[in-house]
């Protein structure tokens, strides 16, 4: 992280989150800016200035900025923010260029997401394969459906590029605000990412650009945020940003006795995502977080890809966050850890009666052992 030195538009100090490589960064920041301030009308190009990065220069790239527009018509609020992606480039490595539009010369504020992938050409050879997740949207009674088809993320140990598009709604929920868990997105990732929409009947045009907020696996949509028109037929909402992970290191200890793992396989659809187990045998406590997506289903039995052979068998007990359904939002769970091959095996068992096992874990618990 880091904060800007100073701009030539009148903003204030501007916080940055950043991953820096050789020949690419990925930025992250959100600022507000006033276009009737003297110093955003002299300047031909928004410049902020920052210290020295890794790269002299960039290609061209996207940011997102937007107005806010809020009213009542007829006795009904509207929103009918606006705004659109703006051109951005690294021109030194002190100086982060954007572009100025004239359409927002009239606005009062502006607010900035700059969420940013920036490439030096000309460079060797850093190249690293994310891995692609699908993402599976988890909320109470199915509410929201998303777009499987269009709502992914890509990862990397430092940042991911997140794209989501939005599917529909129950219509006993059009008017309430909107909260559900994204099965497949990282936990680690927290930023404000701009809600893109056609419409915006307040200005032909720009198109609708309002905000939703990613934290621990969440996506959140307050019913304000929904622009005027935001489920209409073709108007293709959709959400995309290059993202920093709040992502922390963790040292190589000899020894430990863990099995970490990005997915472990419960055949067919059955899988446990982000799994992560951890014994201390003395005294013999066990944690475990992950998630899953599995319905309709009392036991499930996962096989790892390895696992450290002085791991015992033992069973224990967890709570998790459960998701779908009415009522039971606390599950208990029954881990049962067996090694009689060379993989091992994890069977899970619902111990509550549900039939289900669509839940979130982070839990610590004695670990039952011979």
């Known amino acids: 992280m880091f904060n800007s030195t100073g701009n030539n538009f009148g903003a204030g100090v501007i916080a940055f989150k950043d991953v820096q490589e050789s020949n690419y960064i990925v930025l992250n920041a959100k600022f507000t800016c006033n276009p009737q301030s003297a110093e955003y009308q002299a300047a031909e190009v928004l410049e902020i200035f920052v210290p ?33 992606v703006l051109k951005s480039w690294v021109k030194d490595a002190n100086t982060l260029c954007i572009e100025k539009l004239s359409c927002f010369d009239d606005k009062q504020e502006i607010i900035i997401y700059i969420q940013t992938l920036y490439c030096m050409l000309g460079q060797g050879g850093n190249a690293s394969k994310g891995k692609e997740k699908r993402i599976t949207c988890v909320s109470e009674d199915s509410y929201l459906r998303l777009d499987t088809s269009y709502t992914f993320c890509v ?14 709604c129950s219509w006993a929920y059009r008017n309430l605000d909107w909260e559900a868990f994204l099965d497949g997105l990282p936990e680690d990732v927290t930023a404000d990412v701009p809600v893109i929409a056609s419409y915006n009947y307040g200005n032909d045009k720009l198109g609708g650009i309002t905000e939703s907020r990613l934290e621990g696996g969440y ?12 489920e209409n037929t073709g108007n293709y909402v959709f959400s995309f940003g290059y993202l920093v992970r709040d992502y922390v290191e963790e040292p190589v200890i000899p020894g430990r ?13 059955n899988k446990f995502r982000g799994f992560d187990l951890e014994l201390i045998p003395s005294p013999a406590m066990a944690a475990c977080e992950g998630s899953t997506g599995i319905y309709s289903a009392s036991e499930c039995t996962f096989i790892p890809q390895s696992r450290p052979s002085e791991i015992p068998e033992f069973d224990a007990y967890f709570l998790d966050t459960f998701h779908g359904g009415q009522g039971l939002s606390i599950q208990l769970l029954k881990m049962e850890y067996r090694a009689d091959t060379a993989a091992g095996s994890i069977k899970i068992t619902d111990e509550s009666g549900m039939r289900n096992l669509a839940f979130k874990m982070y839990d610590t618990t004695i670990a039952i052992t011979e």
């Open 219 to 230: 996506w959140m949509l307050p019913k304000d945020e929904r622009g005027d028109g935001f």
């Open 52 to 84: 020295a990065l890794s790269i002299a220069r960039s290609t061209i790239a996207g940011v997102v900025a937007r107005y806010k527009e809020r009213g009542t018509s007829y006795g009904y609020p509207y929103v009918r923010d606006g705004g659109t």
């Open 155 to 168: 990862v990397f140990p430092k940042w991911i590029f997140y794209h989501m598009m939005y599917g529909s």
């Open 257 to 269: 006795l863990r099995i970490q793992e990005e997915e472990l396989d419960g055949g067919r659809y």
